[in-house]
């Protein structure tokens, strides 16, 4: 089956700075990656996701980019601001919508 | 448009007990997945209904079982419940790959 590496597990950066988040998939056979937010006692929220027909998708402060070949995507955060701090996952889906998740990536964004 | 809904929002359970848990999908969807969360992990895949069929069971156990109603609304039992048991169980929807969470049950097993 498939699977899911992030990093880094924590990551703290100023305010303003950017934050990059990077992830890894085995299965060539996945072909969409959302990435997630979860603040504390929530479920997970959608932020942006990326198809694998496409290497780069942006809104607003949010980027993320596709390296099918590499098999590996990243989530790319500017201008962080405090309300940004929560766990953030990574997914890749299976045609048949199987979602396989990372591990997550705890950001904390010192104000 | 009410999102991803699920109750209980809390559950205490004694070990050996069964569970039901219930999730009302986005509108529009027609496919619902549930997720047990641990502690500090990333949501695992327990199954998934279309149609009213399970199309897709991740690595659990026959204890966990589930239903879907010809409303779209799912329901994940749990039998015989373990201490390991206890998790977030998440409810999630989707609509042409696009999945959207409900807030989750949090179930403690004592």
Redesign the interface.
Known sequence: GEN?E?HPSTLSVQEGDSAVIKCTYSDSASN?F?W?KQEL??????II?I?SNVGEKKDQRIAVTLNKTAKHFSLHITETQPEDSAVY?C?A?NP?????????TSLTVIP | DAGVTQSPTHLIKTRGQQVTLRCSPKSGHDTVSWYQQALGQGPQFIFQYYEEEERQRGNFPDRFSGHQFPNYSSELNVNALLLGDSALYLCASSLRGQAFFGQGTRLTVV
């Open positions: 899911v992030q969409y959302p997630y006692g929530k479920g997970p929220q959608l996701d198809r996952f997914a889906s048949l919508e199987q979602f396989y998740f990372g591990t997550g």
